[in-house]
Each structure stands twice: as structure tokens, then as C-alpha cells.
């Protein structure tokens, strides 16, 4: 092998419209209609939808008002986690009869590495095949699959067959598949930075691949490098069994507007005690205070305050969010509050990881 890093054989899996597809396996009546997980009110949000309620244009984060009007037969059912999250370990110890190398993204997606794995099969395909077998038996849910050298590709490789459906990107078909990859489908590309990379002329990864590092780096600060790499069929972040938090965060959103600075601190004590609540769960503390406040308008704030010291008791995050709350005069009634702590005490320092080629057309690499 050519290569300078070792070739891993990584799957990500993903349930279909996961949240929507569990409310029409429980409940019978649902199966073949469009329904969205959600609060219908005002100010609800679609949480999931279904794929019939997809080709009405309903989409998840958006407002319920405006998922109804484009599909006004929409069902709204209400998101049951516990059910989700019941499912969710089922899932897991699907994955846990392959490989202990498991990094969960959320409740229905995790990556997994089979670079060496329970079964001794040296087929990621394969396994990748049976794993989404055994979740339908397990389930009666449809996964789909992306499998891939590194977690970047098998995650936007896992979208494409998509519903009930996986793609394989072999080794010597990665640099090809990342020329021709849409820039607004790569992993971590939105919106704004997809607007941002066609006003630089970059439309497909060979345009993004024209660009030097510099150039990169000048117009996208850090992510200029990830972007350089990725393109390269370089993503060395490896699947991490155990996810170390970077923040800890409680929130909560008020059915009314509060404009009461009164009613403000109430709810601030309210969401401190759910923070330490965390906090203590995961015994974790941190440096740096963050007070989050949405608006009526939807307009955002945040204020941060960093200390010398590590804190995780109640009252001294309490403390801190009052403080960053009357820091300014508030803009507007709010509709939104929320308190994070950051620079934990768990962090480790990454290694500092060095650019180079990939050398995978030659690689004879089992997949
Ligand atoms: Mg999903």
C-alpha cells in the first residue's frame, strides 16, 4: 500500500425519515400518509417528515404553519422520545454484533469502522447489507447506508440511495466521486458557505479542488483546511466510540414572549438547575459561559464570559447568566433562553494532523 495513513473501511448509517417512520410503525392508521413529528401551534416546527409529506416540499426545521400550507392533508403527531430512544438502542446493538468502533451522530445515524470487525468479513458492502438486514428484523425500519475509506464520504455517500438503499464509494473511485460531488453536498457545506463558494466560482469538488490551501484558508479561516483536504480523500478524524462534548447546554422556548425582566430570571433559574442537572450526569465543569436569547423578531444573541476556573455549580453559572443578561439593554421581547458552559474540563488537544495525498488509485483494497 501507497498510502500514508492507514485505509479504513468506515459505514455510516442512517434511518429513513427515522422520528416519522417510527410513528407510522406504532400506529397503522399513518402508514402512506403525509405526517410530520411536531407541535402544530404557531410557533411549532416540524421535527421529521414523512416521505410522503416530503414531496408536498415539508421539510424538518421548518415552521409548521408553513409546512401545512404546503401540504394541507399534513398529519402532525407528537414526538415521543422515549419510543425513539428505545428504537434507538436496538439500533445500537445491531451495530455493537459488528464492532465495538460505534460514534453515534444522534438517535438514528452512527458511524461505524469494519476495518476489522466480529465477523471477520472483509467486505464492508456486505456487512453494511446485512447490518440494514438486521435492523429491519429487529426494527421493521429501513436504514440506508453510505461505505466509504473515511467518515466523510460514507456520510454523503449514505444520502444518495437513499430511502432503503446504500452506495459503496471503493478506494480507487474516491477522487472521481469527490470531483464530481455537488459543493452543497458536502458534509458541513450550508447555506451560507455554499452561496460563498459559487461567488468564488467553486461549484463541484473540481472546481474546489483548483484552490490552494492559502486561497482556502483565506476565505474560509479553519474550515479552509478541512475543505482542502476532504477534496483529497484526506478526513483522518477517526470513528470515536465515545463522544467528548465540546459544550453543555440547557435551553428552553416560552410560549408567550417575556418582556418581564422578573419572569427573565425565573426562567434562567429554571434552566441553570437543568444545566447542573447535566452537568453533574456527565461530572463535567467548564470555563466559559455562554447566555443565548432569541427574540420575538428571531433575531439572535449571544454573550459570553470566560473565567479563570472551572465551574459547574448552579449558582455561580446563575450568577454569570444574570450578569450577561444585563449586560445590554434587551432589543425586544423574548421568546428563547439558553445557558451553555464550554471550555470543559474534558477536553483533549487534538493532534495537530499534517496535509498529504492520497494515493488510492493503486490501493488493492478489499470492500
Ligand atoms: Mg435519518
Keep these: ?10 459505514i455510516h448509517v442512517d434511518m429513513d425519515a427515522f422520528y416519522a417512520s417510527v410513528e407510522q410503525l406504532d400506529n397503522p392508521k399513518l402508514r402512506g400518509k403525509p405526517i410530520a413529528v411536531g ?68 438517535l438514528d ?3 461505524l469502522d469494519v476495518s476489522t470487525n466480529k465477523k471477520g468479513n472483509p467486505s464492508a458492502t456486505l456487512i453494511a447489507k446485512e447490518i440494514r438486514q438486521r435492523i429491519l428484523e429487529e426494527t421493521g425500519l429501513n436504514a440506508s447506508a453510505g461505505i466509504s475509506i473515511n ?29 464530481d460531488l455537488e459543493i452543497r453536498k458536502f458534509y458541513g457545506v450550508g447555506k451560507v458557505t455554499a452561496a460563498k463558494m459559487y461567488q468564488l466560482g467553486i461549484f463541484t469538488g473540481k472546481d474546489l479542488k483548483t484552490k ?17 483536504n476532504v477534496v483529497r480523500g484526506i478526513h483522518t478524524s477517526e470513528v470515536k466510540p465515545h463522544r467528548i462534548p465540546k459544550s453543555v447546554g440547557a435551553e428552553r422556548t416560552f410560549n408567550e414572549n417575556l418582556s418581564s425582566e422578573i419572569f427573565m430570571l425565573e426562567r434562567l433559574d429554571q434552566i441553570a438547575t437543568e ?29 459570553s464570559k470566560t473565567l479563570t476556573y472551572f465551574i459547574s455549580d448552579k449558582d455561580l453559572i446563575l450568577e454569570t ?16 433562553l439558553g445557558i451553555s458552559l464550554a471550555n470543559l474540563n474534558t477536553a483533549k488537544k487534538e493532534k495537530t494532523k499534517t496535509a498529504q495525498e492520497a494515493i488510492l488509485v493503486q490501493l488493492k483494497f478489499d470492500f
Excluded: W
Excluded at 1 to 10: A, G, Q, W, Y
Design 151 to 179: 467518515k466523510f464520504i460514507a456520510k454523503v455517500a449514505s444520502d444518495i440511495n437513499k430511502p432503503n438503499g446504500q452506495k459503496t464509494v471503493n478506494p480507487e473511485e474516491v477522487l472521481q466521486f469527490l470531483a
Design 321 to 336: 447568566a444574570k450578569e450577561l443578561l444585563y449586560q445590554e439593554e434587551l432589543q425586544n421581547s423574548v421568546r428563547l
Design 39 to 106: 407541535g402544530s401551534s404557531q410557533r411549532g416546527v416540524v421535527a421529521a417528515a414523512s416521505y410522503e409529506a416530503r414531496k408536498f416540499g415539508v421539510r424538518s426545521a421548518m415552521s409548521s404553519v408553513l409546512a401545512k400550507r404546503n401540504c394541507p392533508e399534513l398529519i402532525f403527531v407528537k414526538a415521543r422520545f422515549d419510543r425513539y430512544k428505545e428504537i434507538s438502542q436496538k439500533i445500537r446493538s445491531v451495530f455493537f454484533e459488528y464492532t465495538d468502533l460505534v460514534e453515534p451522530l444522534s
Design 212 to 228: 490552494s490551501a492559502d486561497f482556502l484558508g483565506e476565505h474560509f479561516g479553519k474550515s479552509g483546511h478541512y475543505y482542502f
Design 1 to 10: 500500500m501507497e498510502s500514508n495513513f492507514p485505509l479504513r473501511k468506515i
Design 275 to 303: 444545566l447542573d442537572r447535566r452537568l453533574k450526569k456527565s461530572d463535567i465543569a467548564g470555563k466559559t459561559i455562554t447566555l443565548k436569547i432569541k427574540y420575538s423578531d428571531f433575531t439572535l444573541n449571544t454573550r
Design 109 to 111: 445515524e452512527a458511524y
